[in-house]
């Protein structure tokens, strides 16, 4: 501000009289006091209004044949005041783009300049005994009007970028937050999973329990120690079964409660999957193009299944491409089901391993070092398909592997 006021300054006109000049500073000032805290405002023009007649003065002293420091700063010093009497108003009407409109600020610049530059001209008048002009106040009432629509047009242009940036923030963290939420609804769907075969493990258990007490031997010793370590391991899992419970309750709570909505569009859903997996290609230094589509009329789909299944099959592609290709990501609506495909260009899954891919623990990835991944990400993909009720098949062709899942839409959308 101290650097750009007094050079924006030196673009001048005098409309009035030799010594009133109208300049580009007036609304390059206005425009930092907006940037500035209210604090410091008073601090900024007092140090502004000062620079700004000494920077007048050194432009004298380089210009000038005669200089003389005492005529200079006779014929700049009423600047002082107009930049003073401009803060001082700005601080007084506790101008802040938080509290008010664009227009209120836009009409009270408008009473500040003109306040400041009555003061400015009462003191040439004092100090220069200059003239003025009453006729030709209302030129300067409409440079005025045309200085803050100047600085509105450059503040409402900031303020745009600002909720730009504030947006795509937002937009970045959410997709975070949805993200971290659809993992927490996977491990859910495992830890559902668990629940069941940890409650069928404790009856197994409970009727081994029974079967070796209810043996003729029954006072023998080895069937009397059988049938405690029975009812031991019994519960046992019981107990795990129930802290499960305790957790999955927990976990469906945090779903269940979360501010994020549960359901989207189709072509939102797409979308989103799409931008997330460009982020991932792009943390991979992988060159992949991204192609998709949504084909029919959709309702709008539960987040958390589309992106747990979804999401899984496009990073399992994204990893699958070496260095570079393309992925085509499509939804078709047909009748009473909705059908997802999945397709890359990758080197695929070789032929005698097709119908193991969707095994727990098959793997054809493995990292730099050798380690194999986890191999549960395709199994867990089937599971949730096939607990909607619907179907999954894995098709390889020259042109790489393609997934089509078919849901029936009565599992994906909001009941009533």
């Known amino acids: 501000m101290l650097i750009t006021v007094p050079l924006a300054g030196e673009l001048k006109f005098y409309p009035l009289n030799e010594t009133f000049r109208i300049t ?38 380089i210009m000038l044949d005669h200089f003389q420091f005492a005529a200079s700063a006779h014929t700049h010093y009423p600047t002082f005041f107009f930049y003073f009497t401009y803060a001082l108003l700005f601080f007084v009407f506790k101008v802040s783009r938080m509290n008010y409109s664009a227009i209120v600020i836009g009409l009270i610049g408008l009473i500040i300049e003109i306040a400041a530059d009555i003061v400015e001209l009462t003191a040439q008048y004092i100090v220069l005994h200059t003239t003025i002009h009453v006729d030709s106040l209302s030129d300067m009432a409409v440079i005025a009007f045309a200085h803050s629509f100047i600085v509105l047009s450059f503040f409402n242009m900031m303020t745009i970028y600002e909720s730009q940036s504030r947006e795509r923030q937002i937009r970045k963290q959410n ?56 009812l031991r391991i019994a519960g046992d899992i019981h107990e795990v079964k129930k802290d499960n419970q305790r957790i999955f309750a927990g976990l469906s709570k945090t779903i269940s409660n979360e501010s994020f909505q549960n359901y989207m569009k189709a072509e939102e859903l797409i979308e989103l999957i799409v ?126 592997m393609t997934f089509i899942i078919q849901i029936p839409l009565r599992n994906l959308i909001q009941k009533g």
């Open 24 to 61: 580009f500073g007036a609304p390059t000032f206005f425009f930092f006091l907006l940037l500035l805290k209210r604090k410091t405002v008073l601090a900024g023009g007092l140090l502004t209004a000062l620079s700004v007649v000494l920077f007048r003065i050194m432009l004298d002293y």
């Open 275 to 400: 931008r997330i997996n460009k982020k991932y290609a792009d943390s991979l230094h992988k060159q992949i193009t991204f192609f998709s589509s949504v084909n029919g009329e959709h309702f709008s789909y539960h987040v958390y299944t589309i992106l747990s299944i979804i999401n899984n099959l496009v990073a399992n592609a994204v990893e699958a491409i070496k260095d570079e290709g393309r992925i085509v990501l499509s939804v078709h609506r047909q009748a009473e089901h909705v059908e997802f495909h999945v397709q890359d260009n990758g080197p695929g899954v070789p032929l005698k391993y097709e119908k193991a891919i969707f095994e727990p623990g098959f793997t054809s990835k493995y990292d730099q070092f050798g380690n194999p991944s986890t191999g549960i990400g395709l199994s867990y993909v089937k599971d949730i398909v096939q607990e909607l009720e619907g179907t999954i098949k894995a098709t390889q062709e020259d042109s790489g």
């Open 175 to 230: 997709e975070h937050m949805l993200m971290l939420i659809t993992s927490l609804y996977e491990e859910t769907v495992h830890l559902k999973k668990t629940l069941h075969n940890t409650e069928a493990i404790t009856k197994a258990s409970y009727d081994l329990y029974r079967v070796l007490n209810q043996q003729e031997k029954d006072h023998s010793v080895l069937n009397q120690t059988l049938s405690k370590k029975a």
